[in-house]
Antibody
Framework: EVQLLESGGGLVQSGGSLRLSCAAS????????MSWVRQAPGKGLEWVSG????????NYADSVKGRFTTFRDNSQSTLFLQMNSLRAEDTAKYYCAKNSGSSRRDPFHIWGQGTMVTVSS | DIQLTQSPSFLSASVGDRVTITCRASQGISSSLAWYHQKPGKAPKLLIY???TLQSGVPSRFSGSGSGTEFTLTISTLQPEDFATYYCQQLNTYPVTFGGGTKVEI
């Protein structure tokens, strides 16, 4: 069974940092693109970042560009989101998602359960 | 950035109804559109991709159509478990964007 398990969320002060992890299992991690999506409390979905299978091709939403870094460790089947200079508006549940193919433009067909990040101002 | 506008934002319907949700893109996105639904406290679930392809395991009462700038998601016969918020997503151009959502209340 394909599973994604996020961890690393929590409460952090404005300006602080957190690193989220997404442990993948049940499939060949290195052959699929991955994405991060967030959802502020009571709000809609916001795409954060997408990373290709090579770990080199990466895109970010303008709202996080320069503050967040996405990377992957294919040997450990794990996706990461390093979040620096956190702001109150980054407060959200963060989901990792498996793209259905190797392209970052493939739809997100498997999602983790999400991890909550709360930034206090 | 490509904006996706969903309508309606809220929909009240009854079991057995035919329901249609529209998603309009601010510029053409070919058929690079997906639909998800999300139940309270749960992660989103992929329903439709490439505008009209049903994701494996999704009931056939869900269907999608459209290309370019206008897309629709149709639920042919609404079931109680279809209570959820529905989102469209464009994957044609970065940044990937989602519509604002349509909450379907049974």
């Amino acid at each position: 069974e394909v599973q994604l398990l996020e961890s690393g969320g929590g409460l952090v002060q404005s300006g602080g940092s957190l690193r989220l992890s997404c442990a993948a299992s049940g499939y060949t991690f290195s052959t699929f693109a991955m994405s991060w999506v967030r959802q502020a409390p009571g709000k809609g979905l916001e795409w954060v970042s997408g990373i290709g299978v090579d770990g080199v091709t990466i895109n970010y939403a303008d709202s996080v560009k320069g503050r967040f870094t996405t990377f992957r460790d294919n040997s450990q089947s794990t996706l990461f989101l390093q979040m620096n200079s956190l702001r109150a508006e980054d407060t959200a549940k963060y989901y990792c998602a498996k793209n259905s193919g190797s392209s970052r433009r493939d739809p997100f067909h498997i999602w983790g359960q999400g991890t909550m990040v709360t930034v206090s101002s | 950035d490509i904006q996706l506008t969903q309508s309606p934002s809220f929909l009240s319907a009854s079991v057995g109804d035919r329901v249609t949700i529209t998603c309009r893109a601010s510029q053409g996105i070919s058929s690079s559109l997906a639909w998800y639904h999300q139940k309270p406290g749960k992660a989103p679930k992929l329903l439709i991709y490439a505008a009209s392809t049903l994701q494996s395991g999704v009931p056939s009462r869900f269907s999608g159509s459209g290309s370019g700038t206008e897309f629709t998601l149709t639920i042919s016969t609404l079931q109680p478990e279809d209570f959820a918020t529905y989102y469209c997503q464009q994957l044609n151009t970065y940044p990937v964007t989602f519509g604002g959502g349509t909450k379907v209340e049974i």
